[in-house]
């Protein structure tokens, strides 16, 4: 597959796209009523209840694709998470991710970026697909960092990477929620998945 010409990340380029970001109106309310539901209504995880809500309604709007969403509810909430969410402890991603359902071990990975993201957007940015592909393309074409695509699946080591991205780039001016959607944006505009 032939690498798209995506300029190169600047300051200015991040403006544009957080700018598209917030003309984009079921994306930017959908990240609105998730903010209200995550940091207003449910911050804590000390509750089943609290959690399955959230749960269920990040595998909604994300499409995240759990069949089983209770288990994992519980996993959370078995986990005893509030500390690590405000302390920014991403070993916490990992652990989250790696739920049983009927016996079998599973790893929402993406899911669980997605859920700590949305308790502390600053300290956990997300991944899927379409920023595994960016980091990836700016690697190969910039050489910012090496890693290997099963570190991007390791989020220590994901959000390192994202940490020397921003760097590497120069755009301290812009938090971690801010590069999240640029690269994530640029992901859907230059590798978009064919179905």
């Known amino acids: 597959m032939n690498s798209p010409n995506i300029p190169s990340p600047t300051d200015k380029e991040v403006e544009i796209y957080l700018e598209k970001w917030n003309s984009l109106e079921n994306y930017r309310l959908q990240e609105s009523s998730l903010d209200k539901l995550f940091l207003k209504t449910y911050p804590e995880n000390a509750h089943i209840d609290d959690i399955l809500v959230k749960c269920v309604t990040l595998n909604d709007f994300y499409r995240t694709n759990i069949f089983k969403i209770f288990p994992v509810a519980k996993h959370i909430l078995s986990l005893d998470v509030d500390e690590r969410l405000r302390d920014?402890?991403?070993?916490?991603?990992?652990?989250?991710?790696?739920?049983?359902?009927?016996?079998?071990?599973?790893?929402?990975?993406?899911?669980?970026?997605?859920?700590?993201?949305?308790?502390?957007?600053?300290?956990?940015?997300?991944?899927?697909?379409?920023?595994?592909?960016?980091?990836?393309?700016?690697?190969?074409?910039?050489?910012?960092?090496?890693?290997?695509?099963?570190?991007?699946?390791?989020?220590?080591?994901?959000?390192?990477?994202?940490?020397?991205?921003?760097?590497?780039?120069?755009?301290?001016?812009?938090?971690?929620?801010?590069?999240?959607?640029?690269?994530?944006?640029?992901?859907?505009?230059?590798?978009?998945?064919?179905?």
């Open 88 to 195: 920014g402890d991403p070993s916490l991603v990992n652990e989250t991710a790696r739920v049983k359902i009927s016996g079998k071990s599973k790893k929402f990975y993406s899911f669980a970026t997605k859920y700590c993201s949305h308790h502390s957007p600053n300290d956990y940015p997300i991944y899927d697909y379409d920023v595994e592909r960016v980091l990836v393309h700016f690697k190969k074409n910039d050489n910012f960092y090496q890693f290997t695509n099963a570190d991007l699946r390791d989020y220590v080591k994901f959000k390192e990477i994202i940490l020397v991205f921003q760097e590497f780039y120069n755009l301290q001016c812009f938090n971690l929620k801010q590069v999240d959607q640029y690269i994530w944006q640029l992901g859907k505009e230059y590798f978009p998945k064919s179905y």
